[in-house]
């Protein structure tokens, strides 16, 4: 399918926008990569992994601190995906390339692939968010139906309820079926993946071999094969579904749209940046515990206007970005508390569930 068009104007609201924004980064005399507190959640992240997983792979505690300590170690996989994975794909970790290719690379050591990630997330989703047919972040095939341009089947009736347990599978179909399909088919739907490189190739095998022997081969020489399961499991299903709910409240809740092009030109309504606000959503953005943890993917809206800006700076942006859409006219989605938004996504899945 031919990928939609976005309008382009001198005088639009994302021109407007990134003046002010450019002129408070100028002004304040700062960076727009991450700083001293992004490195040491980093640092934080990296040990706190390290160290629960040698404890529970080579001292082989009982197994109500194997199910303990990975609850722990699903979290933390979520964490660093967030901080340190997210903003490196983006290049806003560090004002130095390598640094950014490092903390991209974390994603490659958990066993996905930061090549595809990048193509899927970076290059399909920003552009082309909540376009169905495009954005791969809202086809879950049959099992869901995130939008009334999807087809309905009977079980989306009652995908509110068993959204629980399919998100929860999500990382371990992610680094073992997704990630595989898009490298062989070498497209994300119905895009076309650019074309990988020799050194693209050996990063995925390489970075693949290296996960299963890591978290599965040594788990399983050590743990034994009952321990083993349960550290997979529970590791496993706790990241997934981590990461799931926390990119779906910021998508897939009632108040953001779905929009299509026009059949007939392929051209959007609104210019990219209006596009971005009608389909995103914050939330719980004054928590900061949340905020920590989730790197800033509470501010989405701040994030999908500004991905090259490090989450570290979301909280200052953000009242120059309602301002702005408060000028414009443009709606500014937020959820205050991260269970209103949950609460949010299930009547969406709900409404999708029965809307014909």
Same mark, same amino acid.
């Given at each position: 399918?031919?990928?939609? !068009?976005?309008?382009?104007?001198?005088?639009?609201?994302?021109?407007?926008?990134?003046?002010?924004?450019?002129?408070?980064?100028?002004?304040?005399?700062?960076? +727009?990569?991450?700083?001293?507190?992004?490195?040491?959640?980093?640092?934080?992240?990296?040990? *706190?992994?390290?160290? &629960?997983?040698? #404890?529970?792979?080579?001292?082989?505690?009982?197994?109500?601190?194997?199910?303990?300590?990975?609850?722990?170690?699903?979290?933390?996989?979520?964490?660093?995906?967030?901080?340190?994975?997210?903003?490196?794909?983006?290049?806003?970790?560090?004002? #130095?390339?390598?640094?950014?290719?490092?903390?991209?690379?974390?994603?490659?050591?958990?066993?996905?692939?930061?090549?595809?990630?990048?193509?899927?997330?970076?290059?399909? #989703?920003?552009?082309?968010?909540?376009?169905? %047919?495009?954005?791969?972040? =809202?086809?879950?095939?049959?099992?869901?139906?995130?939008?009334?341009?999807?087809?309905?089947? +009977?079980?989306?009736?009652?995908?509110?309820?068993?959204?629980?347990?399919?998100?929860?599978?999500?990382?371990?179909?992610?680094?073992?079926?997704?990630?595989? &399909?898009?490298?062989?088919?070498?497209? =994300?739907?119905?895009?076309? =993946?650019?074309? +990988?490189?020799?050194?693209?190739? &050996?990063?995925?095998?390489?970075? !693949?071999?290296?996960?299963?022997?890591?978290?599965?081969?040594?788990?399983?020489?050590?743990? %034994?094969?009952?321990?083993?399961?349960?550290?997979?499991?529970?590791?496993?299903?706790?990241?997934?579904?981590?990461?799931? =709910?926390?990119?779906?409240?910021?998508?897939?809740?009632?108040?953001?749209?779905?929009?299509?092009?026009?059949? !007939?030109?392929?051209?959007?309504?609104?210019?990219?940046?209006?596009?971005?606000?009608?389909?995103?959503?914050?939330?719980?953005?004054?928590?900061?515990?949340?905020?920590?943890?989730?790197?800033?993917?509470?501010?989405?809206?701040?994030?999908?206007?500004?991905?090259?800006? *490090?989450?570290?700076?979301?909280?200052?942006?953000?009242?120059?970005?309602?301002?702005?859409?408060?000028?414009?006219?443009?709606?500014?989605?937020?959820?205050?508390?991260?269970?209103?938004?949950?609460?949010?996504?299930?009547?969406?899945?709900?409404? +999708? %569930?029965?809307?014909?």
């Amino acid at each position: 399918m031919a990928v939609p !068009k976005f309008s382009v104007s001198e005088n639009s609201f994302h021109n407007e926008l990134r003046v002010r924004i450019n002129n408070y980064f100028e002004q304040k005399k700062v960076k +727009m990569t991450g700083n001293y507190k992004l490195y040491l959640k980093a640092v934080i992240l990296i040990c *706190s992994i390290i160290l &629960i997983y040698t #404890h529970v792979v080579f001292f082989t505690p009982n197994v109500f601190f194997v199910v303990l300590e990975s609850i722990l170690l699903g979290v933390l996989v979520a964490g660093i995906g967030f901080n340190i994975m997210h903003d490196g794909s983006h290049g806003s970790f560090s004002s #130095h390339k390598w640094i950014n290719t490092m903390s991209a690379y974390t994603v490659n050591v958990l066993g996905a692939n930061s090549f595809l990630w990048n193509m899927k997330h970076n290059v399909i #989703h920003h552009t082309y968010t909540n376009i169905d %047919g495009v954005d791969d972040d =809202i086809d879950v095939g049959i099992f869901m139906r995130m939008s009334k341009t999807q087809k309905k089947y +009977m079980m989306h009736k009652y995908q509110h309820y068993y959204f629980w347990i399919l998100y929860s599978f999500l990382y371990i179909l992610w680094i073992f079926v997704l990630d595989y &399909i898009k490298y062989f088919r070498g497209s =994300i739907g119905e895009i076309k =993946i650019n074309n +990988m490189k020799l050194n693209d190739h &050996i990063v995925f095998w390489l970075f !693949k071999a290296l996960h299963l022997f890591l978290f599965i081969g040594l788990p399983l020489y050590f743990l %034994g094969i009952k321990l083993f399961l349960v550290y997979f499991l529970v590791m496993t299903l706790v990241a997934g579904f981590v990461l799931s =709910i926390v990119f779906q409240l910021a998508h897939t809740v009632e108040d953001t749209h779905f929009p299509q092009a026009d059949l !007939k030109s392929g051209k959007m309504e609104d210019e990219w940046a209006v596009h971005q606000l009608k389909t995103t959503a914050n939330f719980a953005t004054k928590n900061k515990l949340v905020s920590w943890f989730v790197g800033g993917l509470n501010f989405q809206i701040e994030h999908h206007l500004f991905p090259k800006i *490090s989450h570290i700076h979301y909280p200052a942006i953000s009242d120059i970005i309602r301002q702005t859409c408060k000028e414009f006219g443009i709606e500014y989605i937020e959820y205050p508390k991260v269970r209103y938004a949950i609460a949010s996504h299930v009547n969406h899945l709900k409404a +999708m %569930g029965n809307a014909a």
